[in-house]
């Protein structure tokens, strides 16, 4: 059952009027980023909760740098001052896990935060125990991101992607490392105790037929206004998720309010459409105020690489302003718009990689998105410049994607796929594109 949009509309203008609000201003004299304040935003940062900002930080996408060796390694001078200028603006929700960034994202992110007083920041990671859901191995996780964070509980824990009963049981029930937790969140070492989830709806409804044994304090969910109604695939539905965990009274913490960067790039048509009733904001914008404007929405994670990423976020959420009823089916009707496109549905996240035989799977399949959603894909002989078009796709696919990483040396071994919380079939969509690729250099579309 979707829930009634006026209901919905009526439910979270009161949510939104009726919120806490955090101080967003300039930096506070007692932080690091006080000698910094380069962002400059006036306004309080939006609060569902009491004492949490809206607008979290996902950790997943912390920005990298060359060490002296030429590795790639995560840039901590730029972490800490990008944590200093979110810290000071309101943001105090910190999202990361044990297998982010190569394992490594844990250790940065606890480097920034450490910096400031342990109440200053609120800490949600993981259970990431896909590799080994064994007891010994959990609990050894569980303790060694307690001792990298040098802290004495952890405020949100989650068991990390839930795909289905089934793996629930294999991993947290079977293994008795529920018990555990449960004992642990007893004692205050753990806060708050949930999960994220990537299911069909079987899956996502057995979680919820679970809460009355577990007692779910948070559930963290993939919402935005695409997959509000057209998450394809085996995905659930956001609204059916929202909606249940509401009935609940489960506070909800949404991942991919952007999916995976696609709705910061839209077709040309859809963005004139947003510009022109609001000329001064982003068009990621519109996914976060929609995101922002359900009253059950404890955070919404946003994994700000960059400065600006940070700043368009905070002009959003500092002052926010709720989608009216008339916003929300304009979101509707580019989201049909853009189920309707022959796209993926790669949001960036990594888990399928490395690949054994070194194909960047998520830079073939966001370079291909991209092509389709800002039309510079090729059509075929009809279209306008075909020859130019041809040579300018090829040269660019070849400058997002090195030759030797591309598409067409998949083996289908399907390695990538047990650990796509999109459930996308990526060979199949591998030998697709790379059969698409191959129509265009020999000049057969």
């Keep these: 059952m979707s829930m009634d949009r006026r209901s919905f509309l009526k439910s979270s203008g009161a949510a939104v009027a009726l919120a806490g609000l955090a101080a967003c201003g300039a930096p506070k004299k007692d932080t690091p980023a006080a000698s910094a304040g380069e962002i400059k935003i006036e306004g309080p940062m939006l609060e569902h909760y009491p004492g949490i900002g809206v607008l979290g930080y996902g950790c997943m996408r912390w920005p990298m740098t060359k060490d002296d060796r030429g590795n790639e390694v995560i840039d901590q001078e730029a972490v800490n001052s990008l944590v ?11 999202d990361t896990s044990p297998v982010y960034l190569r394992g490594d994202s844990e250790r940065a992110t606890a480097e920034a935060l450490n910096r400031y007083p ?11 125990n896909f590799a080994d859901a064994s007891y010994e191995n959990s609990v050894k996780m569980y303790r060694r991101s307690l001792e990298t964070f040098k802290t ?4 949100y824990y989650l068991l990390h992607s839930i795909g289905s009963a089934e793996d629930f049981k294999r991993r947290f029930e079977d293994t008795g490392i529920m018990q555990f937790l449960l004992k642990e969140r007893e004692k205050g070492t753990i806060r708050h105790l949930g999960f994220s989830i990537h299911s069909h709806k079987e899956g996502f409804d057995s979680m919820m037929e679970l ?10 969910i993939q919402m935005n206004y695409l997959d509000w109604t057209h998450a394809g695939g085996r995905n659930t539905n956001a609204d059916h998720m929202y909606e249940q965990l509401a009935a609940r009274d489960i506070p909800v913490v949404i991942m991919e309010p952007l999916r995976g960067g696609g709705l910061a790039s839209l077709t040309k048509s859809q963005t004139a459409l947003l510009k022109e009733r609001e000329p001064d904001r982003s068009v990621a914008s519109w996914a976060f105020r929609f995101v922002g404007s359900f009253p059950k929405v404890l955070t919404a994670l946003s994994g700000m690489t960059y400065r600006e990423h940070l700043e368009d976020n905070l002009r959003t959420f500092c002052n926010f302003k709720p989608l009216v009823e008339e916003e929300f089916e304009l979101l509707e009707q580019i989201a049909e718009e853009q189920s309707n496109f022959p796209l993926v549905g790669c949001t960036g996240c990594q888990y399928c990689m490395p690949c054994p035989y070194g194909i960047n799977i998520p830079g073939v399949f966001r370079f291909y998105d991209n092509s389709v959603v800002e039309g510079t894909y090729v059509k075929g002989p009809e279209q306008e410049k075909y020859a130019k078009a041809r040579r300018r796709y090829l040269a660019e696919y070849n400058k997002a994607v090195e030759s030797v990483r591309q598409a067409d040396h998949c083996i289908s071994c399907g390695k990538c796929m047990k650990a796509c919380p999109q459930h996308i079939r990526i060979p199949r969509e591998l030998k697709r594109i790379d059969e698409y690729i191959e129509k265009i250099k020999q000049d057969l579309l």
């Design 84 to 94: 200093d200028e979110a810290l000071a603006h309101g943001v105090n929700y910190f």
């Design 118 to 128: 342990r109440e200053k920041w609120l800490l949600a990671t993981k259970l990431s």
């Design 152 to 155: 004495d509980h952890i405020d």
């Design 211 to 220: 809460h009355p044994k577990y007692h779910w304090d948070f559930v963290q």
